[in-house]
């Protein structure tokens, strides 16, 4: 069982809309979501805004930035302190806390992790 103290925002995709742009410095989408460079791709469900450089490759979703939160499925998540290779993205409210499917997760600055059990099969919040 997870403490209150450890909010956890689960964010479900069921259906992940995939938006593809093919000009280069792509800004931020009327969506709240970040896209990148060349071949930008969005994801509208469970995206955030992206307030500090964030950027979301054409292959999955790989984001680099200061407190960025994204869900998506074959989700990579680079945020400060952060790094998740995940199927199936879980994002808490800070953008640290990530955990699913085959999820590594590292704790450097990011408060404590568990195991990916506790993290399964959680109903949407």
């Known amino acids: 069982m997870i403490s209150d103290s450890w909010p956890i925002a689960v964010v479900s995709a069921p259906q992940t809309t ?13 969506n709240g979501c970040e896209i990148s460079s060349t071949s930008c791709e969005v994801y509208n469900i469970g995206c955030e805004v992206y307030s500090i450089g964030c950027e979301v490759s054409s292959t999955g979703c790989e984001v680099y930035s200061i407190g960025c939160k994204v869900s998506s499925t074959d989700c990579k998540v680079y945020s400060i302190g952060c790094e998740v290779f995940s199927i199936g993205c879980e994002v808490s409210s800070t953008g640290c806390e990530v955990s699913s499917i085959d999820c590594e997760a590292s704790d450097i600055g990011c408060g404590p992790y568990h195991s990916r059990s506790l993290y399964l099969n959680r109903p949407p919040i």
């Not at 995939?18 to 009327?30: A, Q, Y």
């Open 18 to 30: 995939k938006l593809t742009f093919s000009s280069i410095g792509c800004e931020i989408s009327s």
